[in-house]
């Protein structure tokens, strides 16, 4: 049902709110009501992440224009009523976690339901998300932990699930005007709409609760790492490559600016609280910083 699925969100949310370091989170916005809206908590300057959300969103309306053309884009068969209205819900778990350190890497995971109601009452439904990871920095290690913690979450499902879905995130966040992904991917898949509701629901769950321990290991080990002014200048660059990305290319940023009456400052949690853009930046060769860039330019498999 869908109120299950609101509860199940709410949890996911809290939970990753409560993982340490804390505190991770506060509201900042007045009480809405989440029944319909959903509720937002983001933490700004804290002494690990310098940004950090976690969106809960509960939406329902008409599907713009835009947006159903987006969906029939990648082959959505929508039967719009005669005045073109297309009534849709949408609510999903979302957050991207930014923090000080250049040697932790940002984190950004996304679960949604989607469901449209068609002009002769039937219901289309899907799942979508994922869960990915992008450094500034490599570290390998920290890359194998990231994507098995995934890979185990996915084979207890079915084995064909990871690399379907690695390649998938691979794909999905590639900046395609730097020749680029945004980061060292993980998972990612959407239009999920089999063998069943609730089979899919159980798969998203699993998903969703592999989070805290793909990520939070590698946040504990790398918070207090030194770095250079240098390495805090690399960070900043390479976060300007996350704002292109969601503002160019993002799916869910874009639905989002699209839909009427969308909490603007919700869908833009994503972008970082600081970067930097500088003319014709190229680290030299076999330094670091051009480590990073070989791997976004090539994914590598982490896990075999």
């Known amino acids: 049902?869908?109120?299950?699925?609101?509860?199940?969100?709410?949890?996911?949310?809290?939970?990753?709110?409560?993982?340490?370091?804390?505190?991770?989170?506060?509201?900042?916005?007045p009480p809405r009501s989440v029944a319909e809206r959903g509720i937002s908590c983001v933490l700004q300057d804290g002494e690990v992440?310098?940004?950090?959300?976690?969106?809960?969103?509960v939406v329902f309306g008409?599907?713009?224009?835009?947006?159903?053309?987006?969906?029939?884009?990648?082959?959505?068969?929508?039967?719009?009523?005669?005045?073109?209205?297309?009534?849709?819900?949408?609510?999903?778990?979302?957050?991207?976690?930014?923090?000080?350190?250049?040697?932790v890497p940002?984190?950004?995971f996304n679960y949604r339901y989607f469901e449209?109601?068609?002009?002769?009452?039937?219901?289309?439904?899907?799942?979508?998300?994922?869960?990915?990871?992008?450094?500034?920095?490599?570290?390998?290690?920290?890359?194998?932990?990231?994507?098995?913690?995934?890979k185990e979450v996915c084979d207890k499902h079915d084995l064909k699930l990871y690399p379907k879905y690695k390649k998938w995130c691979d794909d999905y966040f590639y900046i395609k005007h730097r020749?680029?992904?945004?980061?060292?991917?993980?998972?990612?898949?959407?239009?999920m709409?089999?063998?069943?509701?609730?089979?899919?629901?159980?798969?998203?769950?699993s998903c969703a609760k592999a989070v805290v321990p793909s990520y939070v290991p590698i946040v504990k080990k790398h918070c207090h790492d030194s770095y250079t002014p240098e390495e805090k200048l690399w960070q900043q660059l390479r976060r300007g490559r996350y704002v292109e990305f969601n503002l160019?290319?993002?799916?869910g940023t874009k639905f989002g600016l699209l839909t009427p009456g969308s909490r603007i400052e919700s869908i833009l949690m994503s972008l970082p609280l600081t970067a930097r853009w500088e003319y014709m930046n190229t680290p030299p060769e076999s330094s670091k910083e051009a480590e990073i860039l070989e791997v976004l330019r090539n994914p590598k498999d982490w896990v075999h």
């Open 62 to 103: 008409q599907l713009s224009e835009e947006a159903a053309r987006q969906m029939r884009s990648r082959g959505k068969v929508l039967k719009a009523t005669e005045d073109g209205k297309l009534p849709f819900c949408a609510m999903g778990v979302s957050s991207v976690i930014h923090p000080k350190n250049p040697h």
């Open 116 to 150: 449209i109601e068609e002009a002769d009452g039937t219901k289309q439904w899907w799942f979508g998300g994922g869960t990915d990871l992008t450094p500034t920095y490599l570290n390998e290690e920290d890359a194998v932990h990231f994507h098995k913690t995934l």
């Open 248 to 251: 160019v290319y993002d799916r």
């Open 49 to 57: 992440f310098e940004k950090a959300g976690v969106n809960v969103s």
């Open 106 to 108: 940002t984190m950004h």
């Open 179 to 191: 020749d680029e992904r945004r980061g060292i991917g993980g998972i990612f898949f959407d239009d």
């Open 193 to 205: 709409d089999s063998p069943s509701k609730e089979e899919v629901f159980q798969f998203v769950q």
């Open 1 to 29: 049902s869908k109120s299950k699925k609101k509860e199940t969100l709410l949890t996911l949310q809290g939970s990753i709110c409560s993982a340490p370091p804390r505190p991770f989170c506060r509201d900042p916005a």
